[in-house]
Every structure is written in C-alpha cells, then in structure tokens.
C-alpha cells in the first residue's frame, strides 16, 4: 500500500459576527447571512461564535431563558440544519440551549445529514454559573465523511484536560465557539492569551484548533475577536482576526495531517508518550481536588 | 486578620549557558562562574540547564555514562551544594545521575541547607531513550523557606500533566532546565513554541515557570536559548533570551500571588475548577492510550 494518499483538504470558516442581546431572530438571520458568504466562498465546516443567536451578558435568569430554545427541534437549530442541508456543508455553532427546566450553554454540530450532536459547556466562566448548568454531556467527538470533529466552548479551553479528552478520543479537529473577553496584563504587539492557550494546545495534542470569537461591547463588556485557526504544528494558519470588526477566517486543512505528522521522530509520538501511570499517582496522592 | 501581607520578594536567575560535551570539569566549573554572578546580583534562586554539567548530544550510552555520576554523593552535586552553603541559595540544576546500573536525565534541588532531593525526566525525548531511563520519581514539589519549588525537564512543559502534578501538588514556582531545540513552522518575530507552551500553562494553572536553556551547536544539534521567566498569570517577566549568547536572565517575584490572585472572579478558580469527573469519564471510554 502506499504511504502518501491524496490529501483531502477541508476549507474551514472561524466566522467572527455580533450578536445584539436577546434578539434571537435578528441574531439567527445575520448568522445566515454570514454562514451563507462563507458557504459561498467554498468553506465545507463552518463554526459560529458561542451563544451567537441569543448574545452573552444576561441580567437575569429569566433573560437567558428567554433567548433559549430547544436542541434540535427548536427554531434556530431548525434553520440551521436546513442550510446546512442545502449548502451541503458542516455547521458547530453556539446556542442556549433549553432542557427541560435548565440551560445549557452549548455548541451543536450539524451536517448535510441533518443533527449530529450537541456539546454542553463543561466550564462555566463567571456569571454563566447564574444561568446555566456545568455540561453533562463530556467532550464528544463526532464522526463525519470530512473527518472527526470535536467541539468545546470558550473558557473550557483553559483547561488543558478539555484538549487531551478530544485528541485521545481521535478527533482531528476542535472547532471552538468562544465569547473571549480581555485577559490582563498583556503587552502592545504579543498575541492574546486565547491565541497563545489554543497554539499550546494544538501543537501538544497535534490537532487543529479553528476558534470563531465575537466582537463589539455588550453591556459595558468588551469582546476580544480575535478569531484564530491553528495548525496540528501549533502555529497559526488564519487570525487572529480584527479585534472589532465582523470578520471570516479561512484555510484549507488536510485534517489527516494531525495524525499522519503526528510522529516526531523515531522515539515520540505526544499522545503515545504520555505516562498515564506518573499521573494517576501523582493525582492519587493529592490530598483534594481543592487544596489549593 | 489583615487579608494583605507584606510580600517576599525572592530574585529569580535563569543561567543561559553553553556546556562542552564529556568535559564535565570545565562545565562544573563554568556552572559555578555563572551562579556567582547572579548570587553576586542577589539572586536567591538559581536555574541552570538540562545536563549542565556533561552536555547533550551522545554518541554512545558509554559516554552518557562516563559523564554521568551519582546523586547527592558526587563530586558535582557536592560542589553545588558546597556553593549553596556559602552563598546560602537555592539551585536548580540538570545532571546525568548514575543510579546503579541505570541513568536519569535529572535535576537536582539544592539549598542552604544542602541537598533537597531530585527529579527524573518523566518524558525523554528522541536519542535520550537510548541512554537513559525514565523517570521514577513522579513529579516532586519542594517545600522551602522561600516556596515552594517544583522542577521538570524540557519535553516533560510539552505534558500539560506535568504542569498540573506540580499545580496541584501545590508548587509556587516551577522551575525547568532545559536544552530546547527549534520546532519547524516559527514565523519571524512570532515567540518560540517553547515560550509559548509556558506562558499557556502558567497561566492555565496560575504558577510562576522560569525556564533557563543552554545555547550553542552540539555536534551539529542548535539550541535555542530564550530562557524565560513567565508569571502565574501567563505574560513573561523577563526574556526570551538571546538564542545563541549565554546571558543571565532576572525577575523579583513574590510567589504568594501564583496563590493569592487565582482566585480570578467570584466564580472561578482554574484549579477549582477542573471537572475531574467528566475527564476520568473520558479516560475510562478511550479503548487504549495507543488508539491514535
């Protein structure tokens, strides 16, 4: 057999918009628009920031749950997955979801073949803790004719965990809908912090990061952009994108590529390399989670 | 109680230096030139690189050998902690340790009060399999009258594991001898990976990092130098270093605050925050660490 197959390569479209605060129907339609320009441009796997059809500062409760809707027969993932089967293309994109009586601050990953799947915001970020329930559902990793996708939200790309969980369930790819606010004491001219976690990450996992951030300043809270696709190397393809302004990022990724360049030399393979066993001891040791 | 203290300043020095392969004379010699210097200028803690004392690139595992020698009993250890008695520092150094039959890419933790203990290198990188073994030691935090000091070696920062171990282990600083060598893909003017896998983790568990590497070419291998010191909050304090001259790099750090500022809101703690539950979860459904 031959080693080299032909690549397949994927265009990807982080899609950076602004949202206006619980108008979900204006929300969903620029959603369409900007997912349609990207469709148009020939992208196949489109992510959407987080939340991006009901917008992110609530005041209350009963706001967030107003601008929430049910995953998959509400109305937005309704529209969404229609495009999605008209365009022929691949969809992860961030939505408060409803269930039953509680929240969610989900992704859901759609396709030509309708709703594949929903991922639930493991780590919650602040006030989110107010209006929503930690995610339930652990990372899923779904796969699709494209390739395997996996998809987590904002603030669960701190977590160095949150990446390992995708890669070593075989993802190629974490499309990340994200509300990243400033992070303090950043210098003129170095790259945000989110740039700098979702480099780190995708270069120790070998897996391509394609992160879609919002814009503009809700309720006093400024928004970074920022948008960014890494490379499995680490290193940026595409982004950061404008820090204000609504914006598409593209690339064409050979997502085999994250497992073909996964072997870094005769010796060391990253995921292969890790010693499960120094780190159970050492977790096993570790009085509490909360020590510190 | 007053919620404020007044803070410790302890002075940080990553020693960028140059070994010579097999002259571990010369080196040790060197090491002590070099940790005067930055005791001279008031450094109390001391970093100085991967296998300082013997250089890296082997040819035989009878020269890792010849080079290597036992700790805290041989003749470089006790020359170091000879230098921390009298200087009355704190030394983080990288050494070939013989242990019987077997070798470790090790670091030894040196005080005024003599020898502290050691770490082995958890992940070897490339041609080290063949000289040394890995380490047994899991992931060490030291407890000492100006913090407390966890310390691993080069490929183990490319383990976001091994930053958790010594976070949760509750390790103020961590510091890292190391012989980097260039990664493929670096855009002009873009930091190093190396720099970059620290600053991520830093800030993703709130604890200082002070990188010291070597520089110079070793039988044809570069490396990088760039020594860094990067702040619990993610951003360097001083550095990258030069990456070819050797240089002494500086940071007065008070290592109270990777404790008294991870508290970032009035929800969230990264290491509080850690949903161990949902990662066992995963780990128990990937069928075998080697699946990818």
Redesign the interface.
């Known amino acids: 057999m031959p080693d080299q197959q032909p690549a397949e390569l994927v265009r990807v479209a982080c899609i950076q918009m602004q949202p206006v605060i619980g108008d979900v129907a204006r929300n969903v339609e620029r959603s369409l628009e900007v997912c349609t320009e990207a469709a148009d441009a020939g992208a196949t796997l489109l992510v959407l920031p987080e939340l991006c059809s009901s917008g992110y500062v609530f005041e209350t409760r009963s706001e967030a749950w107003n601008a929430s809707e049910e995953v998959p027969n509400g109305p937005t993932v309704t529209r969404w997955s229609d495009f999605c089967r008209d365009r022929g293309v691949y969809l992860v994109a961030g939505i408060a979801e409803r269930a039953g009586n509680r929240l969610f601050n989900s992704s859901v990953v759609l396709g030509p073949e309708g709703y594949l799947g929903t991922f639930r915001k ?6 989110e ?1 107010l209006f929503f329930e ?2 339930d559902l ?2 899923p990793v779904f796969h699709t004719p494209i390739g395997r996708i996996a998809t987590f939200i904002c ?1 669960d790309g ?4 949150a ?3 995708c ?4 993802a190629d790819i974490i499309c990340v809908p994200t509300n990243w606010v400033p ?5 003129e001219g ?2 945000a ?1 989110a740039t ?2 979702a ?3 995708a ?2 996992n070998s897996v391509y990061v394609a992160c879609a951030d919002r814009v503009g300043t809700e309720r006093g809270q400024l928004f970074n952009g920022q948008s960014v696709i890494v ?1 499995y ?3 940026p393809l595409a982004g950061p994108a404008s820090p204000e302004d609504e914006e598409i990022l593209y690339a064409d990724l050979d997502l085999g590529m994250a ?1 073909t360049a ?1 072997n870094w ?4 393979q ?7 066993d ?2 159970q ?3 096993r ?2 009085p509490s ?4």
Do not use: C, K
Request: proline share 9%; no cysteine.
């Open positions: 493991v780590h919650l970020w602040n006030r803790n930690p995610g652990g990372f603030y701190w977590f160095p965990e990446y390992r969980a890669a070593l369930q075989g992070i303090p004491g950043q210098a170095s790259p912090m700098v976690l480099q780190a990450n270069h120790s490379s190397t680490g290193w497992r996964r030399n005769a010796f060391n990253p995921l292969r390399d890790r010693r499960e120094v780190y001891a050492v977790a040791s570790v989670p909360n020590a510190n």
